[in-house]
């Protein structure tokens, strides 16, 4: 079993991180964290990544952190859920205005619709 959470910048892992390693304490399951901070945000990241681990607790369950070969961000986590048989993909959401979705689109909305598995989405 496992949950994937995929963060891509400091205030990202602040919010999703801890909700994360919740979801996955309570399935008792792994944490498979995808980074897509692109070397950004370094300290800040593995703070949030200890206070995962340290909420997951010494039972053994495992912190996986890996980095994507995929540039674009919904399709990485997309491809990131599957290869590791996701049970619930953990992501951020911020509210944004509907011309921000227009332009810009939306990486979270392109996960909650194309997902294959549960997606909990966790304000940032």
């Not at 995929?6 to 979801?23: D, F, H, K």
């Not at 590791?84 to 993909?89: K, P, R, Y």
């Amino acid at each position: 079993m496992t949950v994937l959470t995929a963060v891509a910048n400091a205030a990202e892992a602040a919010a999703v991180l801890p909700a994360a390693a919740a979801e996955a304490a309570r399935r008792n399951s792994d944490l498979h964290v995808l980074d897509l901070t692109s070397g950004r945000d370094t300290q800040a990241l593995a703070a949030a990544l200890e206070a995962a681990r340290a909420e997951l607790g010494p039972d053994g369950r495992a912190v996986v952190v890996t980095e994507p070969s995929i540039p674009d961000h919904a399709t990485a986590a997309l491809v990131a859920a599957d290869e590791t048989s996701a049970d619930v993909l953990v992501i951020g959401v911020r509210r944004r205005s509907p011309v921000g979705k227009l332009v810009m689109g939306s990486v979270a909305q392109s996960i909650l619709l194309d997902a294959d598995c549960p997606v909990l989405a966790v304000r940032v």
